[in-house]
């Protein structure tokens, strides 16, 4: 897993708009905000097993593409502050 840690761009995203990318390309209006499973849970401060919970318990809402779980940010968000 380190190995492919090598390949992942280095990029600071703590100053990167919402609407655009890091290279400053704007985003898709149209495409929606998505985040993986361990976003998820880091935004949530909960394990990842517990976003499987609450997906098994219908509390959270997201896709299954293959093997990977994507949640769209605004409703992890809606989530987390209530």
Known sequence: ?????????????TNVKRNSYPDGMERDKHIPDLISITEAAEMLD????????????G???????????VFR???VERLRDG
């Not at 897993?1 to 995203?13: H, Q, T």
């Not at 909960?46 to 318990?57: E, F, G």
């Not at 509390?59 to 779980?69: D, E, M, N, R, S």
């Open 1 to 13: 897993m380190a190995f492919l840690e090598s390949f992942r761009p280095k990029v600071n995203l």
């Open 46 to 57: 909960i394990s990842r097993q517990a976003v499987h919970q609450m997906i098994q318990k």
């Open 59 to 69: 509390q959270l809402v997201g896709a299954q593409i293959g093997t990977t779980w």
């Open 73 to 75: 940010r605004v409703v």
